[in-house]
């Protein structure tokens, strides 16, 4: 516990502007987490690659009842498609996809924001930090040398906290980014695949 006190004491000393570096920790860490429980439940599992093969031999019932209620968005981008086979299923798997992509990209401005504003934070609160410590230097002089390097040491507490955030946001930022791109790339050729299938059963 006695280090955990010291760890507060030391972060109260950045100022006032550990407050929102402490507010853009917090929704950094639920956005991290969010975006795992997203992935963990979207998992495929293979529905789609099993939808697609029966789709190619013309077992379109039976793919459908493969992807309807499956996991994973190329899954449901297939259960578009065959849902509206025989009307428009291309524009079905296009406004699907579309869907997905909101739900694949959501949180992740979020989190973009937290790596940009935190660094900048963090140099606003040394910034602040060094005209105290000035100021002490022009009431005091050179009287209290521990005073002024005590206060630059405080101020580059922020700076310090500020990088740490952002480093960290960033690793998860990227993974969950190329998650997304490989996810619709993997819906494109999905809804590629189903097309050109239901194409060539139309063909009599």
């Known amino acids: 516990m006695s ?7 030391t972060l109260a000393k ?44 013309g077992k379109l019932d039976e793919a459908l009842e493969v992807v309807r209620g499956a996991r994973g968005p190329s ?32 949180y992740l401005p979020v989190l973009d924001t937290i790596i940009t504003l935190s660094p900048l934070l963090g140099l606003l609160g040394t910034v602040t930090g060094m005209i105290a410590a000035f100021g002490i230097l022009s009431t005091t ?29 960033l690793v998860p930022y990227n993974y969950f980014t190329a998650r997304a791109e490989r996810a619709m790339d993997a819906m494109e050729r999905a809804a590629s695949r189903l097309d050109l299938a239901l194409r060539e059963q139309r063909i009599p």
């Open 3 to 9: 280090q955990i006190g010291s760890l507060v004491q």
């Open 14 to 57: 950045g100022g006032p502007v550990m407050i929102p570096l402490l507010a853009c920790s917090i929704v950094a860490l639920a956005v991290v987490v969010e975006r795992l429980t997203f992935w963990w439940r979207e998992t495929d599992r293979g529905a789609a690659l099993r939808a697609l093969e029966l789709a190619e031999r």
């Open 75 to 106: 899954a449901r981008v297939i259960a578009a498609g065959l849902t509206e086979r025989e009307a428009e299923a291309p524009a079905a798997m296009e406004a699907s996809a579309q869907a997905e992509m909101g739900r694949l990209k959501s």
């Open 141 to 169: 002089g050179m009287n209290q040398p521990t005073a002024i390097t005590g206060g630059v040491a405080e101020a580059l507490i922020a700076t310090a906290v500020g990088l740490a955030i952002a480093i960290g946001s």
